[in-house]
């Protein structure tokens, strides 16, 4: 395989300041022409050789396991409803509005990861609590990939149930960062420092803001002990190295790493990785890789890979 073959890979996993970073396709998108979290956008990846992707997967009503984003089928496909109140046979006779194409099974895209040496990021879009029967079903559906799978949760209720494959942490539900966000259903409030965080120690005003941090990142760490990787949104990330915390450094000790969600095409792609990386990012998430792998790897912008 040549150099214009190797060039993304290659991108994606650079050495920063002596460190491994690794850049992951959001819902699998590579390509802007096939629908996000489907099965041609997990072959598209799969062929250009990231070192990582995403997919969102929900539970059906039988429990079959779908590679979907929203809780409803309504605003992406020809169907309507919840999907967790659909079958699979509801389910196969639904198809992405853009596109054209199906929804991806997990089962489907593990097959195909199964032949390639991407890691495969699960992000597990329930916050019910989840039953031993779907516990074991979603560990059996991934151990084919044992090695190169990580599981995601907003839910450590969740996470911690998992014992046959690493799980990564969302702390989103407990404690974030969204300048100009509007109230929703958690966090409640927002504390003095300005972090959406329903915890007392976020209105008592006399610890300082790096003794505030640190207290409530060692408390969330006690909610997922066995977590190997948090999952943080790039405002929180951002906002807590202003304030002082370096939170890739935090977490390090507890041999945890640190992936950043999500990165933009509206966003400013050299400077945001520089502050990320400087955070102790080691994962950054992206819906735009080839723009960030340009980036990084100097590619002129009329180089790389071709949408099919």
């Given at each position: 395989?040549?150099?214009?073959?190797?060039?993304l890979?290659?991108?994606?996993q650079?050495?920063i300041s002596?460190?491994?970073?690794?850049?992951?396709?959001?819902s699998?998108?590579?390509?802007?022409?096939?629908?996000?979290?489907?099965?041609?956008?997990?072959?598209?990846?799969?062929?250009?050789?990231?070192?990582?992707?995403?997919?969102?997967?929900?539970?059906?009503?039988?429990?079959?396991?779908?590679?979907f984003?929203d809780?409803?089928?309504?605003?992406?496909?020809?169907?309507?409803?919840r999907?967790?109140?659909?079958?699979?046979?509801?389910?196969?006779?639904?198809?992405?509005?853009?596109?054209?194409?199906?929804?991806?099974?997990?089962?489907?895209?593990v097959?195909?990861?199964?032949?390639?040496?991407?890691?495969?990021?699960?992000?597990?879009?329930?916050?019910?609590?989840?039953?031993?029967?779907?516990?074991?079903?979603?560990?059996?559906?991934?151990?084919?990939?044992?090695?190169?799978?990580?599981?995601?949760s907003?839910?450590?209720?969740?996470?911690?149930?998992?014992t046959?494959?690493?799980?990564?942490?969302?702390p989103?539900?407990f404690?974030?960062?969204?300048?100009?966000?509007?109230?929703?259903?958690?966090?409640?409030?927002?504390?003095?420092?300005?972090?959406?965080?329903?915890?007392?120690l976020?209105?008592?005003?006399y610890?300082?803001?790096?003794?505030?941090?640190e207290?409530?990142i060692?408390?969330?760490?006690?909610?997922?002990?066995?977590?190997?990787?948090?999952?943080?949104?790039?405002?929180?990330v951002l906002?807590?190295?202003?304030?002082?915390?370096?939170?890739?450094?935090?977490?390090?000790?507890r041999?945890?790493?640190?992936?950043?969600?999500?990165l933009?095409?509206?966003?400013?792609?050299?400077?945001?990785?520089?502050?990320?990386?400087?955070?102790g990012?080691?994962?950054?998430?992206?819906?735009?890789?080839?723009d960030?792998?340009?980036?990084l790897?100097?590619?002129?912008?009329?180089?790389?890979?071709?949408?099919?």
């Amino acid at each position: 395989m040549g150099d214009a073959d190797d060039w993304l890979p290659a991108a994606l996993q650079p050495t920063i300041s002596g460190r491994r970073r690794v850049v992951c396709c959001h819902s699998a998108a590579l390509s802007a022409a096939h629908a996000p979290n489907g099965l041609a956008a997990v072959l598209v990846c799969v062929e250009a050789r990231v070192p990582r992707l995403e997919v969102d997967v929900r539970f059906a009503a039988d429990d079959t396991l779908v590679c979907f984003h929203d809780s409803t089928l309504d605003r992406l496909t020809t169907g309507a409803g919840r999907v967790a109140e659909a079958s699979l046979l509801a389910l196969r006779a639904v198809s992405y509005r853009a596109t054209g194409e199906p929804l991806a099974l997990l089962d489907e895209v593990v097959d195909v990861m199964r032949r390639s040496d991407t890691v495969l990021q699960v992000d597990l879009k329930l916050n019910r609590p989840i039953s031993p029967e779907r516990v074991q079903r979603l560990e059996s559906a991934l151990e084919p990939l044992a090695g190169r799978v990580i599981l995601g949760s907003q839910s450590p209720w969740n996470l911690r149930k998992f014992t046959r494959v690493p799980v990564a942490f969302d702390p989103t539900l407990f404690l974030n960062y969204t300048a100009g966000r509007r109230q929703s259903l958690y966090p409640r409030q927002r504390g003095i420092h300005g972090f959406w965080d329903d915890s007392p120690l976020a209105r008592n005003p006399y610890p300082t803001v790096l003794e505030y941090l640190e207290t409530r990142i060692d408390e969330l760490h006690g909610l997922v002990p066995g977590a190997v990787e948090w999952m943080v949104d790039i405002g929180t990330v951002l906002r807590m190295a202003e304030l002082g915390l370096n939170l890739g450094e935090h977490l390090a000790p507890r041999g945890i790493e640190l992936a950043a969600w999500t990165l933009r095409a509206r966003d400013p792609i050299e400077p945001t990785l520089t502050r990320l990386w400087a955070a102790g990012t080691t994962t950054v998430i992206t819906d735009v890789p080839l723009d960030v792998a340009r980036v990084l790897s100097g590619t002129r912008p009329g180089v790389g890979i071709a949408a099919p």
